[in-house]
């Protein structure tokens, strides 16, 4: 049941693994056992067994379809039918018993839409303990197939020439300086042609050994200071007309740049809503397209590397010799550094700020594992989607370390970049 939806819910970016390890973790919570949870989901008419508990993708479709039971819709989040089993899905699963209604599943049409028998009530009762004439039972609504926006498997480009999806210089010149240093914004091919800023913290010693930190924002860190835009397709983690967090993520790393390492902070801003029409990304308005080199906005982390090192010629009238190189990401920012190390690129370190969601992590150290020199820190809230399962298969792995963080997760720049 559900079959095509489930396998929607696997091209997201969030994993099957990770879905069905926030259910297992959820269940532990709440001290739900899995025999109580087979019980619960047989009131329902769904079977759940032993084996469909341990595979990520038979509990993800079992979640999927007691969803389905109690009436959540068909979309990718906690109130709909995104397989994870949580508070929303429970309090529903709980009320639906609760009442005594029953739904038994008995087919699927081709479109992968569950069809379902409708609720049977409990029977009133008249004084003599006979039962009161059935009422004619409502037939259910159909549910809708399931839409595909035209051309939603071509990622949606946004001019790189243009100010659709950036904050107008003048508010990114405004925090700068008020840190003490050389910086400039500059638009740069390497990041599609959009603006880059760069900056050198005062006391910076060019003799000393360099790193430079390529740090991508998360989720609409491109827009500091001024409101959001109007979006096409975007849900309730876009707030249309509002100030976001970008000047306080801004803030944050330039103000950790300053603090230990002579090191020089590189900050891109992403394209904004710029993926696959009708995903996550793009609902949520965040660039899931950001340093792939393949994209039409030639995105290049290794031209965005050789861009900066000549930009730094000219901000420190000498050369740079051979600077360390740091990839770090915080929330969506975790997809940029995938994506640039998925080009080939090889730096010294990664780091995920609390940025692992779904495979980005894993499939990030699967592309530089065997380089013999890049060190990958994983930094996480425990407990939350970014500590999933994909993060724990590589934990232990040579040169990952891994870290419980104490922070809260707009915390995370300014405490481990």
Same mark, same amino acid.
């Given at each position: 049941?559900?079959?095509? @939806? ?19 973790? @959820? ?16 009131? $329902? ?7 469909? #508990? ?6 993800? &479709? ?21 397989? #994870? ?15 005594? =209604? ?35 039972? *409502? ?6 197939? $399931? ?27 405004? $925090? ?73 993520? $801004?803030?944050?790393?330039?103000? =950790? ?5 002579? #090191? ?15 995903? &996550? ?33 000219? #901000? ?9 190189? &740091? ?40 592309? *530089?594992?065997?380089?013999?020199? &890049? ?15 994909? *993060? ?26």
């Amino acid at each position: 049941m559900g079959e095509n @939806f489930v396998e929607q819910l696997e091209e997201s970016d969030k994993s099957l693994e990770t879905r069905a390890e926030y259910t297992r973790r @959820f269940l532990g919570q709440k001290k739900i056992s899995d025999e109580d949870f087979v019980a619960k989901s047989k009131d $329902i008419g769904v079977t759940v067994s032993e084996e469909d #508990m341990k595979d990520d993708k038979k509990l993800v &479709t079992k979640v999927y379809e007691i969803q389905k039971a109690v009436g959540l819709q068909e979309t990718d989040s906690k109130e709909g039918t995104d397989g #994870m089993f949580g508070p929303y899905t429970l309090g529903k699963l709980e009320e639906f018993i609760k009442s005594g =209604a029953k739904r038994k599943v008995v087919a699927e049409d081709v479109s992968g839409t569950a069809k379902a028998e409708p609720p049977v009530a409990d029977e009133p009762k008249v004084e003599n303990g006979s039962s009161a004439p059935k009422a004619e039972p *409502v037939a259910p609504k159909p549910a809708a197939p $399931i839409q595909q926006n035209e051309g939603s498997n071509v990622p949606a480009r946004i001019d790189p020439n243009s100010n659709q999806s950036e904050t107008p210089q003048a508010n990114i010149d405004k $925090i700068i300086k008020t840190f003490p240093g050389k910086s400039e914004v500059v638009r740069l091919a390497g990041n599609g042609g959009r603006q880059v800023v760069i900056y050198i913290p005062q006391g910076f010693d060019p003799s000393q050994p360099t790193e430079i930190d390529y740090h991508f924002h998360g989720m609409h860190g491109n827009w500091i200071d001024v409101p959001f835009p109007k979006l096409d397709g975007t849900g309730k983690y876009y707030h249309y007309g509002k100030i976001g967090l970008g000047a306080n993520r $801004i803030t944050q790393a330039l103000s =950790a740049s300053q603090k230990h390492r002579n #090191m020089i902070l590189v900050y891109p801003l992403s394209a904004g809503q710029r993926s696959t029409v009708g995903s &996550t990304a793009w609902k949520n308005g965040y660039d899931s397209e950001w340093m792939k080199k393949d994209n039409s906005t030639n995105d290049d982390i290794a031209l965005l590397h050789r861009e900066t090192l000549s930009q730094l010629s000219t #901000m420190l009238g000498q050369e740079i010799n051979s600077p360390s190189v &740091t990839l770090s990401g915080h929330s969506a920012g975790g997809i940029a550094v995938r994506n640039a190390v998925a080009s080939g690129f090889s730096p010294d370190k990664v780091k995920f700020l609390d940025a692992s969601y779904g495979n980005w992590a894993s499939s990030a150290y699967k592309k *530089v594992k065997n380089n013999g020199k &890049t060190k990958f820190e994983v930094y996480v809230k425990k407990g939350t989607q970014t500590d999933s399962a994909d *993060v724990h298969s590589i934990k232990d792995q040579a040169g990952v370390q891994y870290f419980a963080s104490a922070v809260s997760h707009g915390e995370h720049i300014s405490a481990y970049l």
